[in-house]
């Protein structure tokens, strides 16, 4: 289908500066009937151009929107396994969105390209949107690459990134990202992602991944900034905190930070510039309730800006691939 006649199928206006929005005007119009009409033509758009945002469909649960994600993606949803965030499950693998205070700003991020294994369709639904404040910003992978300087992105392709995690009560338990209270789970996980992996005297558990800053895109061959070195990196945390924790649990207790792939330190301004390009080239929308927005979780990242007032945001992810490197 060529996006000619995609945009045939579906009327897909500017918003915000981008080909984005679809308006649903039919009145009285089931959601899964909707879907499984223009399902083949969202699903086509995504693959190519990467997001929408979909305005009109009645909508009122949890359950309707796991069931409207599972028809547009065409198979079931996914568990969010290898957790980095609090959430709440709902049901049929429908989450929250990430249980951080309301003041907290989470930055551009892919989601779980921390790990090798990653969804590549993310749907959000509003279910209520904040007072003030609370928008979900998203950014191209591909221009994010294309603004960082060449020389520190050809540093990135070459090393790569180490990630390294301490599960414990400060942050998230192994029990509760691994969702398993078996240690051989956990090992058997780790063995089969190549996450190399140490228990602690206490018992708590530490974790060492190294992969890859720049990923193609299996279907369009892009290359894309595909990668979480910005957000786990330890000058990511405000200053208080990590001077508190570096004290108590010095750099290799940190609950989380990124290396490059041999070893070697972030610098702290490469982190910063690469958050100030997210920052520079996000897009983002004000919440309307019942807005549905669907994302390659490849090809656009996603955010959260903080927010006053009670907010009440959905997600499911679908379609899960694995980097074989």
Partial sequence: MSTAEMTDAIEIKRFCGLDMLVQVEQTGIKPLDWAQEHGEAIEQWLQSKGALLIRGLDLASSRQFGKLLSQLFSGELLSYNLRSTPRTELRGNIYTATEYHSDQLIVQHNEQAYTNVWPMRLGFFCMLPSAEGGETPIADSRIILSKIPREIREKFAAKGIMYVRNFSDIDLPWQEVFNTQDRQEVEAYCHEHDI?????????????????????????????????????????????IQKELLSSRGKEGLPRNTYFGDGSEIPDETVKMIRDIYQENKIAFVWQKGDILLLDNMLYSHGREPFSGERKILVGMAHAFQNKG
């Fill in 196 to 240: 190399e992996f140490q228990w602690l005297d206490n018992g708590d558990l530490r974790t060492r991944q190294i992969l890859p800053a720049i990923c193609k895109h299996p279907v369009t061959g892009e290359e894309l900034w595909f990668n979480q070195a910005h957000l786990f990196h330890v000058s990511t945390l405000e200053p208080a």
